[in-house]
């Protein structure tokens, strides 16, 4: 089988009606790279990456005139990737990770104007379709490939966002609006409040909730280390079944060890890892329990079976960021899987809502995947049409 086009295709959505804010940002336009790969047997790979969040590299950019174009890792990947992938067999899925990967070296000579994080996003669409066509030739579910322990995986919703106005009383009922959907595990957003109102939110979601709800916290990198002790340790008698990314930045290894020696909380951490080395320092200097690698943001599907590997040694289970269509198949396939996120609301998440016409099914906090050859979903081009440029 061989490569004969790659197509990477932008899509972005209006900014959010309303304000979402974690601890020291709000939620921006939400965006996704596409990618579709091409094969001289007629299969074609999905993949994609999550255009949100990043710090700097993004997937598109606005004109003046207000136009969205591609941008960072969008060109990258029709710019340099596919050049190095065309005529490629693509269930060379290690190869060619290694072949994109050494383009990091010298980014500012192997992809100008671009750098490493650019690189890593588009590899990690290209990887995702790779292992899309290595289900399709195979005529099996990606969670099939990668060892089949399930096809039914616990997921959570990631919640309780600031907002102008937003009371106690809105986020409790908030809370127990996920409940009713039949939801048992929530993520609440804290960092954004001083330390004792940030406890009566908590709280109070605890006690509307009762002692059997798992709740988790997300700092998004909001604090210093002794605050993010303090923290934890306050928190510790409201049951919490982790406590994520809670130091700044610049701190985020050797602080987080600190905070993880310091309190009975499990922390979790890896969404903003690069690969398996920042994955490797978050389990062993960062003393993380939960591993968040986000295989749709950097790396792909290839790079965090290698991070599984490393989480299976060391007692860290995989709870991937993002993306449940994808990562959905991680957790179900390999026995270090622990649970998925999603984002129910279309406001905030119109990816889940707005891009698939076949998605896996989510109900009573269980995602169960789809019986079909890859990752099973199937793209709406009615949005790629409406949402996206191509690069
Ligand atoms: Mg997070």
Redesign the pocket.
Known sequence: MKITEIEAIALVWPPPEKQYW?ALRPIGRVSELIVRVHTDTGLVGIGEAHGAGMPFPGIYKQDGAGNIQPEGASRVVAEVLKPALLGEDPLDNERLWDKMFALNHYPGWAAPGWGRPQIMTGMAAIDIALWDIKGKAANMPVYKLLGGTRNTVPCYV?GGYYQDGKTLADLVQECETYADMGYDAI?LKIGHVGVEEDLERVRSVREALGPDFDLML?V?EGYDVPTAIRVARLMEPLNIRWL??PVHWYDRVEGLGQVAASTSIPI?SG?NAAHRWDARDLIHRGGIKIM?FDCTRSGGITECLKIAGMCATQNVRLAP?HDPQVHGHLVAGLPVGEIVETFPEADRDPVWNELFTIRPEIKNSQLTLLDRPGWGFELDEQTLERRGVWA
Request: hydrophobic content about 10%; overall charge negative; aromatic content about 0%.
């Open positions: 974690t990631t993520k997300d998004n994520e990314e979790a969404e968040q960021h």
